[in-house]
């Protein structure tokens, strides 16, 4: 079974930035399609970007979009989620995961089709 590790996570002010990194031993990530995932206290789990398998196209929540970008970093085996202009919503765990069917989705971001997940690194937005 695949086993995803996600670090990077900590506390940030208003404005500021940080990378997430999920990273995978044993396999190549690229044969996955992989998402991010967050979750804030007493909130569902949302889907907040994907990428696809290899060079594959990605997507974003609409409440991230143009402030995050998901890619992959092939050298490393590994997926980050840039995350920059943080607000106080975009407070939770997030979570990485995979998709172990090779075939594309049509919503990406929902986590029903995720099979694989990480134990998730946590992002705190105060000032």
């Known amino acids: 079974q695949l086993q995803l590790v996600e670090s990077g996570g900590g506390l940030v002010r208003p404005g500021g930035s940080l990378r997430l990194t999920c990273a995978a031993s044993?396999?190549?990530?690229?044969?996955?399609?992989i998402a991010w995932f967050r979750q804030a206290p007493g909130q569902e789990r949302e889907g907040v970007a994907s990428?696809?398998?290899?060079?594959?196209?990605?997507k974003y929540a609409r409440s991230v979009e143009g402030r995050f970008t998901i890619a992959r970093d092939s050298t490393r085996n590994t997926v980050y989620l840039e995350m920059n202009s943080l607000k106080p919503e975009d407070t939770g765990v997030y979570y990485c995961?995979?998709?172990?069917?090779?075939?594309?989705?049509?919503?990406?971001?929902?986590?029903?089709?995720?099979?694989?997940w990480g134990q998730g690194t946590r992002v705190t937005v105060s000032s």
């Open positions: 995961a995979a998709r172990d069917l090779p075939v594309r989705t049509l919503t990406p971001l929902s986590v029903l089709e995720y099979d694989d």
């Open positions: 044993g396999y190549s990530l690229a044969a996955y399609q």
């Open positions: 990428i696809e398998r290899a060079a594959g196209g990605t």
